[in-house]
């Protein structure tokens, strides 16, 4: 069987090893991203390359280590340089005396026809039923964790004992990687829900509301992002993230990323400020401020990686928006020097704001008590 790799991006390793099993390849997920993995990503990778593809090259090498021969890396379209990411990785590969084979996913418009074309001669069950077989698997996983991270996210910022929901969440990853089935997945997913739910949490508590976004892999992976997610919510603040795995899997595979439907509705969210699709998540990051701000919520955080253009170009509109709806929005640039300690404490002082705000707006609410005779 064809040892095949992925980069690692969140918790997509759970159904592109399922993807990969299914279709006669033995998937090798590389070990977790760390120090080591940036390193040795950032050394092969051109000086100015993104962070996220310097990382994907670190996962490369460590899972070549660990025996693959086959690489596969979806592929992009729109003005970033997603679109050369799998080109540039290929040659620093090769450069650096690696032999293993890297192929780019493209986006299929919906027709699986032109994936299985893709990938054919590589996969020994190459034929239509088994990819769709496959795909329903990989999409099972991907939403089952989905559902069951919003619900974390809930969950956490109300907590008793901080750390509750996230050993729960471990457990479950665990427990849907190994799911052989729609049967299991359905189950494991009925069972980590179960979990969640009879977490004790303080009802009276009334958390912090923070939408998280910007770039897809600085907000989707929490080894380089901090564990932003878990670390927000033990501070006691309900994080809503833009973006979930699911939805990158459906836009990139199965719809066209630039005129897909949900694409269509957050351009005309994002009309009165960004007219048009920068590329990366850049559009999504000024729509879904909006949306927070329309909504509400407590405040704002962009993740995005040092030189992210599409990012860059969103984060010149965010203040204009920040103003207009009176959200607070942190922006977070991060790059293979940046280190857990300053981003800490730059959210908390965020927190410590958004808090301020929120007990002064509470105070002018309440009611003045007179004193009684
Ligand atoms: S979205 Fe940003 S980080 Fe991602 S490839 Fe494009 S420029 Fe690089």
Redesign the pocket.
């Given at each position: 069987m064809l040892k095949t790799t992925f980069p690692h991006m969140g918790t997509l390793y759970i159904p592109m090893k399922s993807l990969l099993s299914t279709l006669g390849l033995e998937p090798v997920a590389p070990p977790p991203t760390s120090q080591r993995t940036i390193a040795i990503g950032t050394k092969l990778a051109p000086e100015f390359a993104?962070?996220?593809?310097k990382v994907n090259l670190g996962n490369y090498v460590e899972a070549i280590a660990d025996g693959a021969e086959l690489i596969m890396m979806a592929g992009g379209v729109g003005p970033?340089?997603?679109g050369y990411?799998s080109q540039v990785q290929r040659e620093a590969l090769a450069e650096a005396g690696y032999r293993a084979e890297l192929i780019t996913l493209e986006a299929p418009n919906a027709d699986l026809r032109e994936l299985l074309r893709a990938i054919k001669k590589y996969i020994p069950r190459h034929n239509l039923s088994a990819l769709f077989q496959a795909l329903h698997m990989f999409w099972k996983k991907a939403e089952a964790i989905d559902v069951f991270d919003r619900l974390a996210n809930r969950i956490r910022a109300k907590e008793q004992a901080p750390g509750s929901a996230s050993l729960i969440q471990n457990r479950f990853y665990r427990a849907i990687d190994n799911a052989a089935t729609l049967n299991d997945i359905k189950a494991v997913l009925d069972t980590g829900i179960q979990e969640l739910q009879a977490i004790p949490i303080d009802q009276e508590r009334k958390p912090l509301k923070v939408m998280l976004l910007g770039?897809i892999?600085m907000v989707l992976e929490p080894k380089v992002n901090f564990q932003i997610e878990r670390l927000l919510g033990e501070m006691g603040v309900e994080v809503i993230r833009s973006i979930y795995l699911s939805q990158w899997i459906r836009e990139h595979f199965f719809q066209n990323p630039i005129t897909g439907k949900s694409r269509t509705h957050l351009l005309q969210l994002a009309r009165p400020y960004l007219e048009s699709h920068v590329?990366?998540?850049g559009l999504e990051s000024v729509a879904h401020t909006i949306e927070a701000g329309v909504n509400r919520l407590d405040g704002v955080v962009q993740v995005a990686?040092f030189?992210?253009?599409?990012?860059i170009i969103a984060m010149q509109v965010i203040p204009a928006i920040s103003t207009h709806f009176s959200i607070p929005a942190l922006h977070l640039i991060i790059d293979e020097h940046s280190g857990e300690a300053g981003i800490k404490t730059r959210i908390e002082a965020f927190i410590d704001l958004l808090n301020h705000r929120k007990s002064k707006r509470q105070s002018k609410r309440e009611p003045v008590l007179t004193g009684g005779s």
């Open positions: 993104c962070l996220p593809l970033c340089r997603f990411y770039e892999y590329g990366g998540h990686p030189t992210c253009m599409p990012e």
